[in-house]
């Protein structure tokens, strides 16, 4: 079973234009999932789906738009993954089952969605997609209860993992995340209307307004009534995802209730006190590397220049030349200024190492440009251990860092020095004390159950990737 | 729910172009539905399926066809109705259940889907398409045996209607009528292979020799060892639809044993014993009247003449002038040869009346070129009930000959005369005597109960398209 | 320098819908064209040009129609040949020159274009497509006088070969013919406005009343103040195409002034006295076989029957199999119905054979359907000649009839006789007194001189198709 | 006569990838021009044209580049204006003329096209395109010159203005700029392969390496046998653009000689001492205002800080709300980060105001973001005059400062204090001694001659976009 992924979701109860401001909280989220889109609008009777492959800005035309009545609406951007590109897997999730029509968009990733779903299968379920959502469709209406929330509570317990959810069913708009809170969602108003969204900066577009994040192991139920809060899991031991501040969201977000950018700033510092360095320059990887290398350039005193510059106009396809010409790579995308950067030490300032082929490309290139020493900083520790919680890492094997010292990352870098941002620093920065961050992908310590492997000798996973053989049916792609 | 509507489907097993000849089986099917179009192969482990909108010749590219690897396939176009134009109800359908992977294509109309899904739902099922095929699945998946032949004759044994079907499951490839074997099947051979389609003129282009067809109420089950037949139905009443002569099928093919063209030829000759007429020439409805026409204008010993042309170039959209040019209707698609008709007295020869809002029309068109006459012979008896076993009749409201008398057709189409072969001639013509064919929409005879109507007083459904509110969830309609 | 070939031309002037109109007679006269179509819309101020690849119902949006505003409007729809698929090849042609705006749609094709086209460039001018309608504007350009129609006339005598041209002009719409009369052009009134076809077949849509066709040599000047006629050849000696009586043009046409059917039955029933036979049936065929093989059956008494029928679904890409499946040529468009056939003797009637390669596959299909003999009759003269005014004919050495005894034709057919209509036959059936025909395709005897090919040794070309080498630009494909 | 706007152009001469590597250089230079692209390759005897509408990424297909054959090629993007996206404006421009086919891809604007146009057009020529640039064609037909340097030489010396232009010829590839120099073109090698560009980021991706510019008024003539300079006008006195510093250009290229960052960080720098201010931050506007943002934040010591955050994820079409909300304006692309801003006052750096609507609302941004003081730094000049070379800059109505003051465009945009980098300034950074640069927009010191205005009262051109009406022909939207 394929897993959802890291996504983006957005949720509008109440407003007149509740498909249109959906539509403008995806448009926010687009960093969050690229591959597919989708907006599903009720008036409170019928749901309205509309799901598309690709950007928030193709998907949706004007025509789609004027289909999407209703004053409730929810939405999701998916990630994309290899191999699993189909509209079948986009969502919303829409079924009609018991009580009716229900519509889910996910955001995250369930570790024991496989055992539950053969149990499923061999009571006679049939599963059309390859989303661990379906799971949770099938556990809601394999409930006997005769009240959606109560069918959810008895869905949720079952269910294990990362999961940021919203439904539409019957007149409700339902949002929650899983006791561990693992992945973001927040709470906004805008004017008498609800908003739900993954980041705060999808707010900023609707113009809504951040009220709260939604705690982990919280359900909001939301009607005409008013909202109220459900907690049925009790008192929870939170572990959202440090890798939301490291990579994934984006700077001018709120998540988990702290400010991005401010927290990278703070990782950039600490980089710096922790590996300083003699440079004529700090240079950000855009667009991620820029506010660590800003944090990096302030602590060490060191100027920041624009020494690597972003090309804008990546298209879907590039046509490599064939013979002659070769190893674009990263030369595609970012471009080294030769006039900066020669004759200069420098120091590089990128977020994360995964496989690090990227990072020697672009070691090289700068190189070429002239460069007389570079300084390689990271302002997150070494990643040693996949995600099953949501992000799109590699197998382990991948992983340079779990299989290779520090020293020899350095070495296949290419890089004069190598700095990694420690757990410890990180920690700091997050200022844990009452909040606990899961940082499973930095030091294996997964605070939820992770599925045992077939032949797990050492019983530590080597791939997320393939938790489970689904080979009955293929992806398919349709026109 | 909607119904699935007549469609056309293939299934090739033992070929190492599998997919490919399913392609051109459907091809030859494409006049069965535009709608969308299919291909599920399999190379007998895991099944790969492929889907789109629109005409085989659009749907699949060369890269398409090249994924769809594997010795059997089993493909589906399906007919055009409106409102329900989305990808999730294009087929072949395709699941998970307790057995693996399961690809279904169907073609037909189940008369008692509604019931048996309201029961599956109460129980815990969901849905996730508007198509009956889903109902069928369901079935399967909750059979406890644990042979797939077995699942699937617990599971017709619940359905009811109009049903032709092939499957892919496992290693084999299982097609099947229904005990009244309302749609054809056929049955080919091309080399080792076994090749099955709805009508023989897939045959000829996928070069296979026509075996037999499949007769109703009997499961064919192909697989590397052979093919063997089960008859869970003993002894059944076949009513085979009598309108896939009259209209549906292409004049080239054999259904039901018998060839179209022969078959529309006599219903021609006969239309004109029944109904002669003194006038200059006989006058085909492109293309569908040419064979009847040729009976008639054979028997009556009046020359043939196309005097009606038909536009090869219709588009998909055709924008309408907006002020002073009107009333179009039929003009874009057909056009009267003045100087043919004028002055003359035409026999106009066409396959069935619905609404009879085409047909005045051009008969209009014939009078503004000039006919003296227009005498029009029809080469069915007047339909005065829908059909619920899978042709798209409208609401019985709209079937002009329900509410009218023939006088007051003939006056409505302002034709000089109005000839409808009778029910009678019909039967003659099918040879009617070890087999009976269905002819309710002539006579409301409905050989399998149909559902019943809510507040249906009169115990005479008003409409098949609504014979149950599926409000829940709206079609999609996705890009 | 390309040909321009056979296609359809459109003028309207003086309707508040002119653009709508030209539309609409384009779609009539798709026929003629399927590569572009293009309209140019004009208010009597400026020119508002739109053009696009493929079909007028592709081509056209509502938003499209609405920027061609005005009441006056110009259409073309152009010939598919191989290799010169561009945008810039398109026609309506629309310049800006002396005389301000100029818009051109030319149907026929130049025999003296390339050595004007030599002068043109040697003084100076620039060539951007390849079509020989752009000589004829430069020749306009170039001309001195300060009224467009006396300009015209200033070119016209400098070109040869086959010409019906539609152009706006300032606030003028102006339509004519080549003193030959190759290619057909027809005037038409709609209330007060002025309509110009290729074929009546397009007023019979855009509601319009056939009132004469344009003389051979005759130019028509229509304004605001009506329509006047300028014949600046003096007395010509009109040879219309017979090519488009036999093939070409539209069944439910008129052009030249007579009606197409009719001269087609006529050909039909000539060619059973030149080509008795004894047979089971006539087989059309479709579509353009048609009308001849009724008049053949009517003339010889043998029943028509649909023995071959044509699938309607054709797409622009089909997909051939491999490997195993072979040689489908005819069979994705034709099909032979066994039962009809099967050891029946038989008369297949076409309307030509051009380089009997699809012929011979035709015959071959129905000799496996059964049939015990096939007669063929062709109802035209043996091709021997290539077109150089507009008729897309290849190479002289592909035209079977050119290289090829008749006997040896049939043997090459595998028909059991073969017989072609007389080239008097022919004539008498176009009661060719007054009027005579060009029909150099049977005879090689060329009305107008047409172009010495180099080394060129028997005076006689090879082929109309590279009558120039147009080496400098090759033809562009765009997105 | 629309003109042609600053675009980019690439030339590649020798390569056996010539088209793959001129497809490189446009994707570089796509900044340039987003509105359609195209290349021309040659093998030394036939071009080979392509075309297509949008970027680059979109619009060349694997199988459009394997046609463009040849060791030789040329490329061009084109600026997006309003009204004229049309294909036919596309270039590179190809004709077939007296010496053959010639290619032409043209980067700027002449000032003298709308006479030269009248007086061709009145000796009969035709005109297809609204682009100057046929201008120069045609003026190299009409010369009379036996060679093709020579031809040009002649045509150049009629036209004025701004114009880069590289042409295929014969077996030559030609580049050379007017003698102002308005535009950039460069030269390179690439092994033994010659190429030029508009910007030198353009050889970095084709791994080629930087010779030097292009000299104003130099021809440089490549062929086989090398390259040869040609210089026609003698000693001549350059003015380029200095806007292609401030904002065209690429930072990571060389243009002129400089380096394009190192430029704008100057202008950075001495924008600080011109107009230092006390603040807690400097926030560049992205990613424009990048490198004088850094220059600023260097000289004043105030920490440089991402507050401002672009959405990478902008797509072709943005589906505005309709009632509720509205102005989103920037938001689309930009979003402020509160926790960043909130009471701090910020320095916020841009390159140029224009119209100042868009800084407008992003002051307004900024200020709801919390920021307690906002202080607008433009590294560049107020615009007070059009630009009539090649740069997009609207009627000088809609200038702000044309017709206002500094204290009142502070005003409009709601800014606490506003400083431009003066004239002197500017100069400065460009240590402007030997090389004079066009500033005209700052001062209306045109260097070459504007075209008069129709109705001109106090001879100071109010736009640049109707210096004539090319009313004749209407710009062509096709499918």
Request: charged fraction near 20%.
């Given at each position: ?102 519509a889910i968009a996910h955001n995250g990733n369930l570790t024991n969605a496989e055992p539950i779903r053969d149990d499923l299968v061999a009571h006679g379920s049939i599963f059309q997609s390859t989303m661990d959502t379906e799971v949770i469709v099938h556990l809601i209406a394999h409930a006997r209860e005769p009240v959606f929330v109560d069918r959810l509570i008895t869905a949720l317990r079952r ?321």
């Amino acid at each position: 079973m394929k897993m959802t992924e890291n996504c983006g979701i957005i949720g509008v109860f109440g407003h007149p234009e509740a498909a249109n401001l959906t539509y403008l909280g995806l448009y926010s989220l687009q960093h969050r999932g690229q591959e597919s889109a989708g907006i599903v609008s009720s008036d409170g009777r019928s749901l309205r789906p509309y799901r598309g492959m690709g950007l928030v800005s193709e998907d949706f035309t004007p025509e789609a738009m004027r289909r999407l009545r209703g004053d409730r609406a929810i939405g999701h951007v998916r990630y994309s993954t290899t191999g699993s590109s189909h509209i079948r897997n986009a969502q919303p999730f829409t079924v009609e089952y018991a009580l009716g029509g229900l519509a889910i968009a996910h955001n995250g990733n369930l570790t024991n969605a496989e055992p539950i779903r053969d149990d499923l299968v061999a009571h006679g379920s049939i599963f059309q997609s390859t989303m661990d959502t379906e799971v949770i469709v099938h556990l809601i209406a394999h409930a006997r209860e005769p009240v959606f929330v109560d069918r959810l509570i008895t869905a949720l317990r079952r269910i294990q993992g990362a999961y940021s959810l919203v439904f539409l069913s019957g007149d409700q708009l339902i949002a929650l995340r899983d006791p561990n809170g693992f992945r973001p969602l927040n709470l906004g108003r805008l004017g008498h209307a609800s908003v739900v969204a993954s980041e705060t900066c999808a707010f900023d577009l609707m113009d809504a307004r951040y009220v709260r994040e939604i705690e982990p192991g919280e359900i909001v139920v939301i009607d005409k009534k008013g909202s109220r809060s459900v907690k049925p899991f009790g008192r929870t031991e939170p572990t959202p995802c440090i890798f939301e501040f490291i990579y994934f969201a984006r700077p001018d977000s709120l998540i988990f209730n702290q400010s991005v950018y401010a927290v990278r700033l703070k990782f950039g510092r600490e980089l710096a006190r922790e590996h300083p360095t003699q440079a004529d320059m700090v240079i950000p990887l855009p667009d991620s590397g820029f506010p660590a290398a800003i944090g990096y350039a302030q602590e060490a005193g060191i100027p920041l220049e624009m020494g690597l510059i972003r090309n804008h106009y990546i298209g879907r396809t590039f046509i490599e030349p064939e013979q002659s010409i070769r190893h674009f790579g990263v030369k595609v995308k970012l471009n080294a200024i030769r006039d900066v950067i020669r004759g200069k030490s420098v120091v590089l300032v990128d977020d994360s190492v995964v496989r690090a082929t990227t990072g020697r490309k672009i070691v090289k290139m700068v190189r070429q440009a002239g460069a007389s020493q570079i300084h390689v900083r990271i302002s997150s520790p070494p990643i040693t251990h996949p995600c099953f919680y949501g992000i799109d890492t590699p197998l382990k094997e991948e992983l340079i860092a779990a299989t290779h010292t520090i020293d020899e990352v350095r070495d296949y870098l290419e890089a004069d020095s190598l700095g990694y941002l420690s757990l410890e620093g990180l920690k700091a920065c997050m200022g844990e004390n009452g909040c606990r961050f899961c940082h499973a992908c930095f030091t294996g310590d997964y605070p939820v159950p992770i599925p045992s492997q077939p032949g797990d000798a050492e019983d530590t996973p080597s791939s997320p990737m393939v938790v489970s053989g689904y080979h009955g049916v293929e992806d398919e792609r349709a026109r």
